[in-house]
T-cell receptor, first 113, second 115 residues
Framework: GAVVSQHPSWVICKSGTSVKIECRSL??????MFWYRQFPKQSLMLMAT?????????EQGVEKDKFLINHASLTLSTLTVTSAHPEDSSFYIC?????????FGPGTRLTVT | QQQVKQSPQSLIVQKGGISIINCAYE??????FPWYQQFPGKGPALLIAIRPDVSEKKEGRFTISFNKSAKQFSLHIMDSQPGDSATYFC??????????????FGKGTLLTVNP
């Protein structure tokens, strides 16, 4: 149990366009989900905490107007990268909390050309 | 400020050997210490976790040793196998006080197990 999915698994977009990434908890409900980004050979960097029914809490230095997070249901959180630029290219990973544990999705590879 | 320091950065072990990865933390409010395994292009997966009320936890070939006074914890992988080759992250969080279970990660250790 405690399966988390992400869609898409990879996406290529042009500079200036927006991209939406979905994170779903498949077999449990999650009040809290997290969004991370990870650059090659580096650790996970927390971007924001997503709480169902309320505004996301962003970490210092993360632009909330650029990385829009919506947690509209107990099984779905979305991250929209607006006006994407090449420097936004990264591996984006979500996690969902169940029983005090974070269960991670498989990640989404975003490449901005 | 890095609150969880992980070492070594990389580790090469022969098949059947013991892999040891160490972490040290600064925030004494941390009360939950998980280890994650990540394969290339995949999300991290929880391996094993410990709380500070015990000094050791073992699950199969994986053992966490915890030293509260030294604020250190380590992962031991016994009988290391080539399939264990991955990046390992230690983490810490506060499970009390309304922290939302936010994790602070170490920088990771790339483990290579040679056949």
């Amino acid at each position: 149990g405690a399966v988390v999915s992400q869609h898409p698994s990879w996406v290529i977009c042009k500079s200036g366009t927006s991209v939406k990434i979905e994170c779903r908890s498949l077999d449990f409900q999650a009040t809290t989900m997290f969004w991370y980004r990870q650059f090659p050979k580096q650790s996970l960097m927390l971007m924001a905490t997503s709480n169902e029914g309320s505004k996301a809490t962003y970490e210092q230095g993360v632009e909330k107007d650029k990385f829009l997070i919506n947690h509209a249901s107990l099984t779905l959180s979305t991250l929209t990268v607006t006006s994407a630029h090449p420097e936004d290219s990264s591996f984006y990973i979500c996690s969902a909390v169940r029983g005090g544990e974070q269960y991670f999705g498989p990640g989404t590879r975003l490449t901005v050309t | 400020q890095q609150q969880v320091k992980q070492s070594p950065q990389s580790l090469i072990v022969q098949k059947g050997g013991i892999s040891i990865i160490n972490c040290a933390y600064e925030n004494t409010a941390f009360d939950y210490f998980p280890w994650y395994q990540q394969f290339p292009g995949k999300g991290p997966a929880l391996l094993i976790a410990i709380r500070p009320d015990v000094s050791e936890k073992k699950e199969g070939r994986f053992t966490i040793s915890f030293n509260k006074s030294a604020k250190q914890f380590s992962l031991h992988i016994m009988d290391s196998q080539p399939g264990d080759s991955a990046t390992y992250f230690c983490a810490a969080s506060m499970h009390s006080g309304g922290s939302n279970y936010k994790l602070t990660f170490g920088k990771g250790t790339l483990l290579t197990v040679n056949p």
